[in-house]
């Protein structure tokens, strides 16, 4: 892949990302992509060696961007409960903007090489925000009875409790879900004011 940035690549990531997003990256052929984004399929293969290149990049990108969103919040000088709201948020903006069709497929369809370097993003995230829920919890943001391996535990059935068809049938679409177990899980962890 060429990463250089480009207008021809910019308008391939907006596109792929548009077209992802509504209707799952499996769906989506590089023909259609070419198609919507005004380019060849011979300016495709210059920025991308196939549609899951793409798809990693899009996902890269977006993680980084989500990561700075997020880094950036938790270091301003907020209140801690107005943090957690602006993680929920920020949860919620990324869930919204995805397809159930893009949700399914990056669970259940993504390849081997994707699943791994988003595993290991995943507990590269995990550690950071682990980091953070213990100064919070050090700071007295958080319960200080609450043990940080039960966190880590519940964070890792996170995308089990997603995929529950029996937990699914009671919510409108999967980010509906993600976003309740998202809520209780912070309001669950937070200390209770006593003023």
Known sequence: MDSSSSPKRDQIL?????????????????????????????????????????????MIEFGQVSMARYRSLMDSELPYTEKVLGMIELKREQTEAMSNEFFRDYI????PEMMEYFERLSAETFKIFLDDLRKAQQQGHIRKNVKVEFILHYLNHITEMVQDDQLLELYDSPQELALEIINFFFYGLMERENK
């Open 108 to 111: 259940s369809h993504a390849d």
């Open 14 to 58: 907006e596109t792929g990302k548009e077209l992802f997003w509504k209707f799952g990256f499996r769906r989506v052929t590089v023909e259609e992509l070419c198609r919507e984004a005004g380019i060849s399929k011979m300016t495709f293969y210059k920025f991308f060696s196939n549609k899951m290149d793409l798809v990693m990049t899009i």
